[in-house]
């Protein structure tokens, strides 16, 4: 069984940053993709990035790249999502994922932590 707890989201301005945290818990957590996808309020749910198990390859959504990086520390489990020049189109709902490419979706979720970006 893995957790997930997410954590690091906020209030930012337009142009703003945010640093988001996912801390993973259970077993064969180091040798899984991890990922981010978000939800706005009223609409579907959308992927942001993901993460290989090496830390090596990232993909990142069309609507996102170029402004987040997404990373991961296996020794403490956790993986990262830096957003930077924040918009108000950025504003959801985010939540930490194993296996994001997972064609039938992803194997776990996080409760997601809410991220909002004043016009």
Known sequence: QVHLVESGGGLVQTGGSLRLSCVASGRTVSTSSMGWFRQAQGKRREFVASISRTGQNTLLGDAVGG????????????????????GPSDTA????????HNPSGPDYWGQGTQVTVSS
């Open 93 to 100: 709902v985010y939540f930490c994922v194993t296996n994001p």
């Open 67 to 86: 402004r987040f990086t997404i990373s991961r520390d296996s020794a403490k489990n956790t993986v990262y999502l830096q957003m930077n020049n924040l």
